[in-house]
């Protein structure tokens, strides 16, 4: 009856050791394997560092960035209004909530030229709040047209919004919301993407990253200087279809400059 006893717990012993090291190895796959990201807890942006080891989330060029017009440099043009080669319709192919936040893809894309490169437009998306700020000034909601050159060079187009009359374009955006995390719309309608822009088309830009893991740097950054209006209930219905606050904290400046672009020079 002893040794029966001793067996037991020689066996009870070796299986304790031996499933808590299975244990331990499932969170180190679950790490590894799926990259996990979020905007709060473990995975939130002061971690995209360490998760993302090989990525620039550490880097010293990254996004987004508070604007302080004090110190901004007056550039020559490089883009305005005229470039933005956004035809009247453009196909819009889909919408889906990839958990992070509610994205348009678009399939062939409309074009900007942009420093002597021609970039389509892939898809656009929204943070609530605003991720970048102008004096310190944090928006209701920030919308991010990312375009793409045929040499992988990435240009995204920042509009801010600010609260008051209702958009008709938001309408439609959000007239495919609820969308549950993971779900997604097929839309395939064409859609004005020219009436997004605000009327003025002055214009801040500077270099940076991607917002989001892995954190691509040499992004350049287009952030229109006047907000667009959209009303409260279309912030809110975005608001309640996103992770709460989905923006990355401001980044530090380092070496970099931020230019002012006014339309009319
Ligand atoms: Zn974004």
Redo the contacts with the bound molecule.
């Keep these: 009856m002893k040794r029966f006893v001793l067996i037991l717990f020689l066996f009870a012993f070796v299986c304790f050791f031996s499933c808590k090291k299975d244990i331990e190895s499932d969170k180190n796959d679950n790490r590894k394997g799926h990259k996990d990201w979020s905007y709060d807890g473990e995975t939130s942006p002061e971690h995209w560092d360490e998760i993302f080891e090989n990525s620039d989330c550490g880097g010293e060029h990254q996004s987004p960035i508070n604007i302080v017009e004090a110190k901004t440099i007056k550039s020559e043009t490089e883009f305005n209004s005229s470039k933005i080669l956004y035809d009247k319709e453009i196909e819009l192919k889909e919408v889906k909530n990839n958990g992070h936040?509610i994205e348009f893809d678009f399939d062939k894309g409309d074009s900007i030229h942009y420093i002597n490169e021609n970039y389509q437009l892939i898809q656009l998306?929204?943070?609530e709040p605003s991720?970048h700020t102008i004096n310190g000034i944090r928006y209701p909601i920030?919308i991010?047209l990312?375009h793409k050159s045929t040499k992988n060079n990435l240009t995204?187009l920042?509009v801010l919004a600010k609260e008051g009359n209702e958009s008709q374009l938001f309408e439609f955006f959000e007239s495919f919301l609820p969308l549950k995390k993971g779900e997604y719309k097929v839309i395939n309608k064409t859609i004005d993407l020219t009436t997004l822009f605000p009327v003025s088309k002055d214009y801040y830009s500077y270099s940076g990253s991607?917002?989001?893991p892995p954190c691509t740097e040499n992004v350049n950054w287009v952030i229109f200087k006047q907000p667009i209006v959209i009303s409260l209930d279309e912030v809110l219905r975005l608001k309640n279809t996103m992770p709460i606050n989905n923006y990355r904290t401001e980044q530090p400046l380092n070496n970099r400059i931020v230019y002012i672009n006014y339309e009319n020079k």
């Design positions: 936040t998306h929204f943070h991720e920030e991010h990312v995204v920042s991607l917002t989001t």
